[in-house]
């Protein structure tokens, strides 16, 4: 097989946080899938197709890289964020365990910066001792396991970024968790609420989490609770590095 495939991370929206290595892959792809409004971030030039898809298309898309690759193909998967966390790579790799014929394609997965990073260091440091990440999408999970794991997270003191808060088809979904988090007592517990991080209208609110409402997220919004020791040093958030 003489083509190639990249899974890369195009980071939480700003060039400058676009990281060379991907940046050279880019460069000289031939083919780029994609969610749509992130394919829409690679500029077109001659010997370039784009393939944009819509979001819930990712075993699809995963299945037509490869098969361009296979094809000879220089093809770039490309996701928000990094391409490892609830985004393309696994698709990619399912893909890949239901098609043995493509096991021996070079495939590469190239890190970007996640949301969850990117939003922590607009705030401070409160992802600063043990932390977790959840999805609270219930497109490919129960909600009951969402509502587990936030309440397992909850109870174990974690810091909890949650990812895919609310959207317009499921707006009462992050309320829900909202409710449950008050419940397992963590309503004094500071939340960051982190739209757009490094976009042009990146917009950054900290509240209690009893003073939060399922209004101030939508689906471009990074959410971050923080643990029980995290407090605010002026406009800063951070989460001390000994656990009491």
């Avoid at 991370?9 to 050279?24: D, H, R, Y």
């Avoid at 690759?69 to 220089?74: D, I, L, T």
Wanted: proline share 7%; with cysteine.
């Amino acid at each position: 097989m003489t083509g190639t495939l990249t899974i890369a991370g195009l980071g939480p929206g700003s060039e400058a946080l676009v990281t060379p290595e991907v940046t050279a892959a880019l460069a000289t792809a031939t083919d780029i899938l994609g969610y749509a409004p992130y394919v829409a971030r690679v500029p077109p030039r001659a010997g370039l197709t784009l393939h944009p898809s819509d979001n819930r298309e990712e075993l699809q898309r995963a299945s037509e890289a490869l098969r361009l690759a296979a094809e000879g193909g220089q093809v770039v998967i490309v996701s928000s964020g990094d391409p490892g966390v609830f985004a393309m790579a696994s698709a990619v790799f399912e893909a890949l365990d239901r098609a043995p014929q493509w096991r021996d394609l070079p495939i590469r997965v190239l890190p970007g910066v996640t949301a969850m990073l990117a939003a922590a260091a607009r705030a401070g440091a409160p992802l600063g001792h043990d932390f977790c990440a959840i999805n609270l999408s219930d497109n490919l999970k129960p909600w009951a396991v969402i509502e587990k794991r936030l309440r397992l997270a909850a109870e174990a003191d974690f810091a909890i970024a949650m990812y895919n808060p609310r959207s317009a088809s499921r707006p009462e979904g992050f309320g829900r968790a909202l409710a449950l988090l008050r419940e397992a007592g963590c309503g004094e517990r500071l939340v960051i609420f982190a739209r757009a991080i490094s976009a042009a209208d990146e917009k950054i609110e900290i509240v209690t989490l009893n003073e939060a409402t399922p209004e101030m997220a939508d689906m471009r919004t990074l959410v971050i609770l923080g643990n029980s020791q995290t407090r605010r040093v002026g406009r800063w958030v951070y989460a001390p590095r000994r656990a009491e």
